[in-house]
């Protein structure tokens, strides 16, 4: 059977939620399908001791403040879910969950959203599928042939299954900095990055990432020269727990290996160091495989857009994956903007 409805928002966590309250403030009908089970998208799914950048009110969004977690300045991964799942609440948000999507068709004036559970005919779609189910591995020799663990940052949990192990954690990004500080000891641990590790000044956090991606996007809008934005500031945030560690100098980088053996890895000038387990956090692509009939995917798999609106599909709208699809789209501070500009581009679409 086939449903119909003004807009389908595909996923509902942050950015799905964002969408579906500026879209219910329209007055546009909507559905958002989800394929989780539970509310809270990806950051159900996160390692035990992970901790947003930002303090609570500056980690909301629209339209409901986060509330401060007791005892913690910036909020647990937990706190994170529980916000996600009375925001849904509060507005009464047309969440389905376990709706799995695996296409969208043009469908004449329409576009047809393909589920496990019937489809959808809509006049717009959002996709907000985010990144998390969608991690990269890089393709380094004798990644196949190595015997040890391997496992991505969307597998890690807590130090406490690797205690006593010898373990690498390859990546020089938030995530990487944080499972190595997480590790520290407590794991025989060799942290591998491919420059040496950049970190951005300690009282930096959430808010001014923020305010350096609008202004790089802003800056860029009006063809004025590129600032940098958050890459021009450095690649990792000292939260406390990165601090500590790094201070206590528990945080030393090794230059990237060349290869992998069954038992470890060999760098360039032929040392090497065995393991029992590899960690890669080595990122993600966004998650568009249901957008593949529509054949909109370009370099690195991106979508080119104009905001959040697809250049070759005007009835359809990215929201984030990250600064391609708004600035700092793929944060809780920052999904509001491009989310309310896509709901409000929806309503010009319907003739609202």
């Known amino acids: 059977m086939t449903q119909h409805t003004d807009a389908v928002v595909i996923g509902g966590g942050q950015s799905g939620l964002a969408a579906g309250y500026h879209l219910r403030r329209l007055g546009i009908e909507h559905v958002i399908l989800d394929a989780q089970a539970a509310p809270g998208g990806a950051w159900q799914h996160t390692w035990d001791s992970l901790h947003l950048f930002s303090p609570a009110a500056y980690s909301s969004l629209p339209g409901r403040f986060m509330p401060a977690q007791e005892g913690e300045v910036y909020p647990d ?41 019937g489809d959808w005919r809509a ?34 949990r807590s130090p406490a299954e690797f205690a006593g192990q010898r373990v690498i954690v390859v990546g020089g990004g938030n995530s990487g900095a944080q499972i190595a500080a997480d590790l520290a000891g407590t794991a025989d641990l060799t942290w591998v990055t491919q420059r040496p590790p950049r970190y951005l000044p300690d009282d930096i956090d959430g ?29 990792i945030v ?13 945080l030393p980088a090794r230059p990237m290996f060349s290869s992998l053996t069954p038992d470890g890895v060999v760098w360039p000038d032929g040392t090497s160091a065995q393991a029992d387990a590899v960690i890669w956090c080595t990122g993600f692509r966004p998650a568009l495989a249901h957008f593949a009939s529509l054949r909109l995917r370009g370099s690195r798999g991106h979508v080119a857009t104009v905001g959040t609106r697809a250049v ?31 709901a409000r581009e929806i309503a010009e679409l319907l003739g609202r």
Do not use: C, M, N
């Open 123 to 156: 006049r717009a779609v959002v996709s907000a599928t985010g990144t998390w189910t969608r991690p990269f591995l890089p393709a380094v020799p004798g990644r196949r042939e190595y015997a040890g663990r391997q496992l991505h940052t969307v597998q890690y």
């Open 207 to 235: 808010r001014a990432l923020f305010d350096a991606a609008t202004a790089r996007r802003q800056a860029l809008d009006a063809g004025r020269t590129d600032t940098g934005g958050i890459a021009s500031l450095g690649d």
């Open 238 to 250: 000292a939260v406390p727990p990165v601090r500590a560690a790094r201070d206590a100098g528990l």
């Open 312 to 342: 070759d599909e005007p009835r359809l709208h990215l929201l984030g994956y990250g600064d391609w699809t708004g600035p700092a789209s793929a944060t809780l501070i920052g999904v509001g903007r491009p989310a309310r500009d896509a």
């Open 77 to 117: 991964a937990g706190h994170v879910v529980s916000y996600l799942a009375d925001y849904e609440k509060r507005y009464e948000l047309p969440v389905q969950r376990g709706v799995w999507v695996s296409a969208v068709h043009r469908d004449g004036d329409f576009l047809r959203v393909e589920t496990d559970s």
